[in-house]
Nanobody, 124 residues
Framework: QVQLVESGGGLVQAGGSLRLSCAAS????????MGWFRQAPGKEREFVAA????????VYGDSVKGRFTVSRDNAKKTLYLQMNRLKPEDTAVYYC?????????????????WGQGTQVAVSS
């Protein structure tokens, strides 16, 4: 089992920055891939970014490329999402997710474990 707890959400003005954290616990993570997804009201869950836990290989959704950076701290078992140049359309609940293999995926159904989400609101 894997437990994921997100934090760091909040209200920020357009153009500002936030850093989300996802604290992971449970089974070892060397064989995992971690992802960030988001869901705005009335919309489907959208892929944001993913990273392989051991090698740190990353992939990003088109809407966040060049603005968001995903990283991890192996010792702290914590996943991060640094969000810069935020836009009102980035407003959503952001979820951390984990899958039990080393393979990047942009599909939410590929992930086995999910956190409870953290709200990000960007005002114009």
């Amino acid at each position: 089992q894997v437990q994921l707890v997100e934090s760091g959400g909040g209200l920020v003005q357009a153009g500002g920055s936030l850093r989300l954290s996802c604290a992971a616990s449970g089974r070892t993570f060397s064989g995992n891939t971690m992802g960030w997804f988001r869901q705005a009201p009335g919309k489907e869950r959208e892929f944001v970014a993913a990273i392989t836990w051991s090698a740190g290989i990353t992939v990003y959704g088109d809407s966040v490329k060049g603005r968001f950076t995903v990283s991890r701290d192996n010792a702290k078992k914590t996943l991060y999402l640094q969000m810069n140049r935020l836009k009102p359309e980035d407003t959503a609940v952001y979820y951390c997710a984990s899958r039990n293999i080393v393979a990047l995926s942009t599909q939410s159904r590929a992930y086995d474990y999910w956190g409870q989400g953290t709200q990000v609101a960007v005002s114009s």
